[in-house]
């Protein structure tokens, strides 16, 4: 993917998406698309857009942290490796 700038916007159907920026007006595939259910909306009034940001950004700092497994030196990692650990 070539270097751009990113966005976070809602859409017309309320999903939150996080997509690069256009710079010719066109939409753009969304990287990641959050949806915020109607009642978690109504409980967070004005705030859940700001949550939605705040998820977002946490994402983008994971993936260009130091602590990502997803270096390009890295081998990928098995569907195992994403299972949750139960513990009881």
Same mark, same amino acid.
């Given at each position: 993917? *070539? !270097?751009? =700038? $990113?966005?976070?916007? !809602?859409?017309?159907?309320?999903?939150?998406?996080?997509?690069?920026?256009?710079?010719?007006?066109? !939409?753009?595939?969304? $990287?990641?698309? $959050?949806? /915020?259910?109607?009642?978690?909306?109504? =409980?967070? *009034?004005? %705030? =859940?857009? !700001?949550?939605? *940001?705040?998820?977002?950004?946490?994402? /983008?700092?994971?993936?260009?942290?130091?602590?990502?497994?997803?270096?390009?030196?890295?081998? =990928?990692?098995?569907?195992?490796?994403? %299972?949750?650990? /139960? $513990?009881?």
């Amino acid at each position: 993917m *070539k !270097e751009s =700038y $990113l966005e976070i916007v !809602e859409l017309d159907n309320g999903d939150i998406v996080l997509r690069p920026a256009s710079e010719d007006g066109e !939409e753009t595939v969304p $990287l990641a698309i $959050l949806q /915020i259910p109607d009642d978690t909306r109504s =409980y967070l *009034k004005d %705030r =859940y857009f !700001e949550l939605a *940001k705040c998820m977002f950004h946490a994402g /983008i700092d994971f993936v260009y942290s130091d602590d990502s497994f997803f270096d390009e030196d890295s081998e =990928y990692l098995d569907e195992e490796d994403f %299972r949750p650990k /139960i $513990l009881h």
